[in-house]
């Protein structure tokens, strides 16, 4: 079945970086686009960032242009999110998943940007 393994979450400072990485199966990966979405305590969840199949980035949220850079790695099922420049606001629960699919969501990887 398909499943989505996030990980790479942290306690991280203002300013600071982190790398998520999110490991698929149970799809032909490499003919997904994938996406990075993340939800706030309290809030809704939103659409962080989108990668077509071609490797091309077609989607940022504002709150993370210039931030945040999205990539996949098709040989090895993952897609990464680089997150520089982290604000207390970024702190979020942070999900993968085929972005044009109805898939069940993972366990995600919290995320707590604090000083």
């Known amino acids: 079945q398909v499943q989505f393994v996030e990980s790479g979450g942290d306690l991280v400072q203002p300013g600071g970086s982190l790398r998520l990485s999110c490991a698929a199966s149970?799809?032909?990966?490499?003919?997904?686009?994938m996406s990075w979405y993340r939800q706030a305590l309290g809030k809704e969840r939103e659409l962080v960032a989108t990668?077509?199949?071609?490797?091309?980035?077609?989607y940022y949220a504002d709150s993370v242009k210039g931030r945040f850079t999205i990539s996949r790695d098709d040989a090895r099922n993952t897609v990464y999110l680089q997150m520089n420049s982290l604000k207390p606001e970024d702190t979020a629960v942070y999900y993968c998943k085929r972005r044009y699919n109805p898939d069940f969501w993972g366990q995600g990887t919290q995320v707590t940007v604090s000083s």
């Open positions: 990668i077509a199949v071609t490797g091309i980035v077609t």
């Open positions: 149970g799809f032909t990966f490499s003919n997904s686009a």
